[in-house]
């Protein structure tokens, strides 16, 4: 079985631009959640989706967006970028909404540089 | 509400030399533990899961942990430590709280000498 893909794995832009990151969860998988990490504030929670709809979200200001799509795929968003949202973002996917005994499954993550 | 500490922001073993990865967590609920590794420049990999069966909890490449209750820890161990270890180990708590349900520790980076 596939794991976790995410696209792309490395991407650089510029401040004031906007990004488009894509998770594709493991088959079956109908929940995703996004997670910044960065060497300062570690891993932070963004978002969690299941069966498209969201259901935590994680104190980041609203530049930051996501969505899901019906066959689970995920996407987050982040307008207007700043220097500090230079960071890897990893996208981990499970059966059930995470809470519980359910492993989450990470992606590789997506590394993006704002200049 | 809950949190999770991992007391130990790096370590440094010697190859061959038991690993001691150590996990304190506070949750109002029943709460399942985990433990990720990441090497580097790549994403997180379950290494074991509590869920309130065993206490004692073997997972992938030798790797175990123990569920003290009382104490509120779940420390990570390895009898022979290998250079393959080396890498970021994260401990993590999720419980069904109603709200936010999944916290990561800040990480503790195990280096392995020669």
């Known amino acids: 079985k596939a794991g976790v893909t995410q696209t792309p794995r490395y991407l650089i832009k510029t401040r004031g631009q906007q990004v488009t990151l894509s998770c594709s969860p493991i088959?079956?998988?109908?929940?995703v959640s996004w997670y910044q990490q960065t060497p300062g504030q570690g891993l932070q929670f963004l978002f969690e989706?299941?069966?498209?709809?969201?259901?935590n979200k994680g104190n980041f200001p609203g530049r930051f967006s996501g969505r899901q799509f019906s066959n689970s795929r995920s996407e987050m968003n982040v307008s207007t970028l700043e220097l500090g949202d230079s960071a890897l973002y990893l996208c981990?996917?499970?059966?059930?909404?995470?809470?519980?005994?359910?492993?989450?499954?990470f992606g590789p993550g997506t590394r993006l540089t704002v200049l | 509400a809950q949190s999770v500490t991992q007391l130990d922001s790096h370590v440094s073993v010697s190859e061959g030399t038991p690993v001691l990865l150590r996990c304190n967590y506070s949750?109002?609920?029943?709460?399942?533990l985990f433990w990720y590794v990441q090497h580097p420049n790549k994403g997180l990999q379950l290494l074991l899961k509590?869920?309130?069966?065993?206490?004692l909890v073997k997972g992938i490449n030798g790797f175990e942990a123990e569920f003290k209750k009382s104490e509120t820890s779940f420390h990570l161990t390895k009898p022979s430590a290998h250079m393959s270890d080396a890498a970021e180990y994260f401990c993590?708590?999720?419980?069904?709280?109603?709200?936010?349900?999944?916290?990561f520790g800040a990480g503790t980076r195990l280096f392995v000498k020669a």
């Open positions: 981990a996917s499970s059966l059930v909404p995470s809470g519980g005994s359910d492993t989450q499954y």
């Open positions: 088959s079956g998988h109908r929940s």
């Open positions: 989706y299941f069966s498209e709809t969201q259901r």
């Open positions: 949750s109002s609920y029943s709460p399942s």
């Open positions: 509590y869920t309130s069966a065993a206490t």
């Open positions: 993590v708590v999720s419980a069904d709280t109603g709200g936010f349900k999944t916290i």
